[in-house]
């Protein structure tokens, strides 16, 4: 079974705050994804990586960044925390660059912002 | 660019009650479509997909039906227990200006089911 993990299942910061948010994959996939999930707004993509050191911007990516360093490992980054980035953050991986094929969850990072 | 509307929630219902969530999307091709759930506490996991007009998604007793002509895929389950209760998401594949496919999610619809 895949597996995909997440550093933490809440994590509290201060506005201004950096802060690093982990995922990692167990199946070699070539694909992986960060969304955040937010009440009545669904799943919005912030970040993609389809290969080391690759990445492309989602749908909302302003005031985060990404880093790629090793296959298995996808790591989202808020340089400086603000309170509307409050939410549930959510990593996903995939194998193909086929959208038929399966994406799969991590169990998320509620992130508070004080 | 391309969307997905689903019925909002909550959906509460009794046990072996008859389930429909309503999912329509708005693509410019033609998509694969996708119900993903959550539960309580837990990532996301594919429910059931199709990836071409008039095929028929089905796992664990749900079904979803991808209709071009109405750009529907509609979730159904004959007989809901109160394990299914859970957020269930429609999705569908958009290739994009990129060359590569992501998934574009509706807002989620959240089942309850009660004894």
């Known amino acids: 079974d895949v597996k995909v993990t997440q550093s933490s299942r809440y994590l509290v910061k201060r506005t201004g705050e950096k802060v690093f948010l982990e995922c990692v994959q167990d199946?070699?996939?070539?694909?992986m994804f960060w969304y955040r999930q937010d009440p009545g707004l669904g799943l919005r993509l912030i970040y993609f990586s389809y290969d080391v050191k690759m990445k492309e911007k989602g749908d909302i990516p302003e005031g985060y960044s990404v880093s790629r360093e090793k296959k298995e490992r996808f790591s989202l980054i808020l340089e400086s925390a603000s309170t509307n980035q409050t939410s549930m953050y959510l990593c996903?991986?995939?194998?193909?660059?086929?959208?038929?094929?399966?994406?799969?969850f991590g169990p998320g990072t509620r992130l508070t912002v004080l | 660019g391309d969307s997905v509307t689903q019925m909002e929630g909550p959906v509460t219902l009794s046990e072996e009650a008859f389930l429909t969530i309503n999912c329509t999307y708005t693509?410019?091709?033609?998509?694969?479509l996708f119900w993903y759930v959550q539960y309580p506490g837990e990532g996301l996991q594919l429910l059931l997909k199709?990836?071409?007009?008039?095929d028929k998604g089905s796992n664990k007793g749900f079904e979803a039906t991808y209709r071009k002509e109405t750009t529907s895929f509609h979730l159904e389950k004959g007989s809901v227990q109160v394990s299914d209760s859970a957020v269930y998401f429609c999705?569908?594949?958009?290739?994009?200006?990129?060359?590569?496919?992501?998934?574009?999610f509706g807002t989620g619809t959240r089942l309850l089911v009660s004894p």
């Open positions: 199946m070699d996939h070539e694909n």
């Open positions: 199709a990836t071409k007009a008039d």
């Open positions: 999705a569908l594949s958009d290739l994009g200006n990129t060359g590569f496919q992501k998934l574009v």
């Open positions: 693509a410019t091709g033609y998509p694969s």
């Open positions: 996903a991986s995939r194998r193909d660059r086929d959208g038929t094929d399966t994406q799969y």
